[in-house]
């Protein structure tokens, strides 16, 4: 099965909707961004949801004993890395780990040799922008980097073109932010259900 994570969670409706779709993690923004959450609503939020349920910090270069504090004060169990992180700073951490890596171009693909001990996690390159730009980058370039490593496939996902990245592209997830909004921080129950639907059916028919 296609490892799903809705991220950009800004408030409760939208955290028990996503987590009622049987997806594997929801993702929580502590940086700047249009659905970046303050620790005391994400705590508010994580306190409510299931607790097989991965949840997800998503930081751009933070210190470590601020991303340290966020978990413990949140219940964090998953972290994601968008900034320029090494990957000295992402062993720092006892919990999975996903470092996102920026697709520009093919050259991109250089980083994502650096961290072998880390979950890797594409998005598309944006300028001035780390993440939920809402436009995919080439999936060729995700194939040839599936020939080194497995990852999760982000950047311009959503319910019209998640099923053929995933039959296309093969990965181990997919994570989603922009394209089940309704706008910038709000979801979208709708495109969220219709979104895990089509991941089924990729799943279902590549076998």
Same mark, same amino acid.
């Given at each position: 099965?296609?490892?799903i994570k &809705?991220?950009?969670? $800004?408030?409760?409706?939208?955290? /028990?909707? +996503?987590?009622?779709?049987?997806?594997?993690?929801?993702?929580?923004?502590? +940086?700047?961004?249009?659905?970046?959450?303050?620790?005391?609503? +994400?705590?508010? &939020?994580? #306190?409510?949801?299931? #607790?097989? *349920?991965?949840?997800?910090?998503?930081?751009?270069? !933070?210190? #470590?004993?601020?991303?340290?504090? &966020?978990? %413990?004060?949140? @219940? *964090?169990?998953?972290? #994601?890395?968008?900034?320029?992180?090494?990957?000295?700073?992402?062993?720092?951490?006892?919990?999975?780990?996903? =470092?996102?890596?920026?697709?520009?171009?093919? %050259?991109?693909? =250089?980083?994502?040799?650096?961290?072998?001990?880390?979950?890797?996690?594409?998005? $598309?390159?944006?300028?001035?922008?780390?993440?939920?730009?809402?436009?995919?980058?080439?999936?060729?370039?995700? /194939?040839?980097?599936?020939?080194?490593?497995?990852?999760?496939?982000?950047?311009? /996902?959503?319910?019209?073109?998640?099923?053929?990245?995933?039959?296309?592209?093969?990965?181990?997830?997919?994570d989603v932010?922009?394209?089940? !909004?309704?706008?910038?921080?709000?979801?979208? /129950?709708?495109?969220?259900?219709?979104?895990? =639907?089509?991941?089924? =059916?990729?799943?279902? $028919?590549? @076998?």
């Amino acid at each position: 099965m296609v490892w799903i994570k &809705i991220c950009g969670i $800004t408030n409760l409706e939208d955290g /028990l909707n +996503a987590a009622s779709l049987g997806v594997d993690a929801l993702g929580f923004i502590f +940086a700047a961004s249009p659905r970046r959450i303050e620790p005391e609503l +994400a705590k508010k &939020i994580i #306190q409510a949801l299931p #607790q097989a *349920l991965m949840k997800v910090g998503v930081f751009v270069n !933070e210190d #470590q004993e601020e991303v340290q504090r &966020i978990i %413990e004060y949140c @219940g *964090l169990n998953g972290l #994601q890395f968008h900034g320029e992180e090494s990957p000295e700073f992402c062993r720092k951490f006892p919990y999975p780990v996903f =470092k996102a890596i920026r697709i520009k171009d093919l %050259e991109s693909l =250089k980083d994502m040799e650096k961290y072998h001990d880390v979950s890797i996690l594409l998005d $598309t390159y944006s300028r001035g922008q780390v993440g939920g730009t809402g436009n995919p980058f080439p999936w060729e370039i995700a /194939l040839i980097a599936k020939e080194k490593r497995d990852f999760i496939l982000s950047g311009g /996902l959503n319910p019209l073109n998640v099923r053929e990245a995933t039959k296309k592209v093969r990965p181990r997830g997919v994570d989603v932010s922009s394209g089940v !909004e309704w706008f910038p921080g709000k979801k979208d /129950l709708s495109k969220m259900v219709e979104f895990v =639907k089509e991941v089924k =059916k990729a799943d279902e $028919t590549t @076998g």
